[in-house]
């Protein structure tokens, strides 16, 4: 009962946070930011609770082998103490037999003999303390295997509880663990979220720079326009000479061409191979020399991103992160310089489908081939 009762909690709460997920049809960059922040926030609530059950769960082995061990001992035990009633009830047997069969006269014999009362009574008294010696042994026996036949059902008792209880909280993990593993694939989508918004963004704001730049060359245009209408008025001022016209503000990439209305289009940042080469030089001079450290952008410790700051600026100071990296212009025909990146890592491109990166702890900067789904951005 409890077992489905947890199960239906956690099935409610999953599909309570994936309901969540869906109401936005349009969300923004931050607000997608967000939404992961707090679905790994989740994601941690839940690694501690798997955490914390499997300690437990770590707990119960422990205690189901010391109850094995306990079982198995008093297995033995009572084996023991079988073998011993068996051997004290065959000696009574035999006892009974000799003292009821033919001991009774020698017996007897040995009272009638004795040559005084007092001797009569130590003989009687002798054969009686046998007697109950005899019983008294028996019955210790037999408590004896009662005891540890008692102390094996309930250490049978007890491990099938722990063995129940054991059951529960791996139903528990596995229930938490498919949960993670939602929340982990949830956490990829909104990545995937992230960068295409953040590609709408740039490709909005190309627009409005574009739409920005058009206005500005009509305006210069018009203006222009209206310099040359007054130029013609028959009442022009004679000693105003053709140098002293008013500066003409139209864009330089449009003065060729005045006729194109503007370039529709935002050209692709040009590169620089002298800037390229200084990066690739920088990342090189780290490979198998630079640990890979969480957080880092260091001499001889990195991590991903800090690792691309410094081969761009060559100062250990970070530029962003993979996220400040997905926004920047991509470009289709990566050159040695640029920087290779998807949402979870980066690194420095140097050609032939190649690139230096601080791969993961234990590894450090190394040179490998560019991931895949990763793509090409510029500086």
Known sequence: MKKRLVKALIASAVMSSLTITTVFATPSVDELKNQKAATENEVNDLQTQLNKLMDKVN????????KGQDLTKAKKDLVVAEEKQKKQYEDMKLRIQYMYEEGDSSALERVASSGSIAEILNQMEYVQKVHTYDRNKLHEYEETVQEVEDLKTTLEKDKKKLENLQTEYEAQSEELSTTIESKSSEIENLDVMI??????????????ERQEREERERQAREQQQQQEQQNQQPNQDQNQQPDQQQPDNTDPGTQDDPSSGGDTSTPEPSYNAATGNAVVDRAYGWVGKAS???????????????????CLTGSYSRLGTTYTFLAWPQTSNPQPGDVCVNAGHCGIY???GQMIHAATEGVGVVVGPVQSGMIYVRY
């Open 195 to 208: 960068q295409e918004a953040a590609r709408a963004a740039l490709e909005a704001q190309k627009e409005r």
């Open 350 to 352: 140097i050609g032939g």
């Open 292 to 310: 890979y450290v969480w957080g880092a952008c260091s001499p001889g410790a990195f991590d991903c991103s800090g690792f691309v700051s410094y």
């Open 59 to 66: 707990e119960l082995e422990n205690k189901l082998i010391k």
